[in-house]
């Protein structure tokens, strides 16, 4: 793994940014996997100054994001469709056909979770996937559990990530219990992956994924086992890593 200790968040979100643009440029056939979260909205608002200032192009990208609230329709404000939009996609040229993020409001959950995966390989692969990790080591919403998860599929919130994620609602109980995401074996089918981890509460998630035994209780302790993963630390979250 290499691990790139930025200075800050703002630094951390440039050296992010610059890794996605850098992809757009090589390839502009380029596949991305997108997070949401507080994390990436430095490394979304860097892409969009390059975009506007540099002009690289994301008009024959593709992205796929990687999670989804089970029973949120893509126009509530607080699902991961409405993030994406107001946060990166309304000021990129994605086309949007090749625009992904799960169907929180699919009929039947294990049918659209198939087809995601689906999509995602017939479009050949993820090329840059971008991650976030959660105070327990999660990675999209794969919580700690007893087993490492493998497709896309409906996940049940743990008690803590609900806490975690209440200040984007108006109370706790307003957070969606369910949710869809990548599983772990389609994140690490990934060509490169890039996680990012910004402020101190997030140090010993950081540690584990870096240090720890490689365990399905501290997911992102997986990424141990991808070729390609670059971890970019502002100084709080890297504050156990040498
Ligand atoms: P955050 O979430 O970026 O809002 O801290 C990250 C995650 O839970 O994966």
């Known amino acids: 793994m290499r691990i790139l200790f930025a200075d800050s968040y703002e630094d951390m979100s440039l050296e992010a940014a610059k890794l996605v643009a850098a992809e757009a440029w090589h ?35 593709t992205s796929f994001n990687l999670d989804e609230y089970v029973g949120l329709a893509p126009d509530n404000p607080q699902s991961y469709h409405a993030f994406m939009q107001n946060h990166f996609f309304q000021y990129m040229n994605f086309r949007r056909e090749c625009i992904h993020v799960p169907n929180g409001l699919a009929e039947n959950i294990p049918e659209e979770c198939a087809q995601y995966d689906k999509t995602i390989r017939e479009a050949g692969g993820i090329d840059l996937q971008i991650l ?18 493998r497709g896309t599929h409906e996940v049940i919130l743990k008690s803590s990530t609900i806490q975690a994620n209440a200040r984007f609602f108006s ?68 504050a156990k890593l040498q």
Do not use: W
């Open 27 to 61: 390839n502009p056939q380029s596949i991305f996997g997108f997070a949401t979260g507080d994390t990436p909205i430095g490394m979304y608002q860097c892409l969009v100054e390059i975009h506007q200032h540099f002009g690289i192009d994301f008009s024959q990208a």
């Open 132 to 149: 976030g990790i959660g105070r327990n080591a999660h990675i999209g919403f794969n919580e700690p559990a007893d087993g490492f998860t």
């Open 171 to 238: 109370s706790v109980e307003d957070v969606p219990r369910r949710a869809i995401s990548m599983g772990i074996g389609a994140i690490m089918q990934a060509k490169r992956i890039v996680l990012l981890a910004s402020g101190s509460e997030k140090a010993e998630a950081v540690y584990k994924a870096v240090h720890g035994l490689v365990s399905s209780q501290a997911p992102a302790s997986v990424l141990q086992f991808h070729p390609a993963v670059t971890l970019i630390v502002d100084k709080a979250a890297g």
